[in-house]
C-alpha cells in the first residue's frame, strides 16, 4: 500500500474520469440551485407574525450558509466568482 493510500480516508477515492473543470461545473450548478432555492423562499416571504415564520427563516439561513459552504469549495478548487457568472435577466 504507498504512503498516500494509507494517509486517505477509506471513503475517499482518487477520480480518474472527473476532471477540475467538472468539479466547478457541478459545484456552480449546485450554487445556482441553492440560490433558486433562496429566491423561492423570498418569493413566499412570511411576515414575523407568521405562525410558520421561524420554520421559514431557519430554512433561509440553511439555505445561505448551504451556499457559503459551496462558495468556499469552489475557491477551494481555485474558482473565482468573477466572469463566470453573467446576468441572465
Sequence with gaps: ?????????PYEIEYRFVNDTFKK?????????????????MVDRLGEGH???DEWLEAVNSVIEEID???YIYRQLGGSFGSEFINNG
Design 69 to 71: 459552504r459551496l462558495k
Design 1 to 9: 500500500m504507498s504512503e498516500e493510500q494509507k494517509d486517505s480516508k
Design 25 to 41: 461545473d457541478y459545484i456552480l450548478a449546485r450554487i445556482a440551485e441553492a440560490e433558486r432555492a433562496h429566491f423561492e423562499l
Design 51 to 53: 405562525p410558520e415564520y
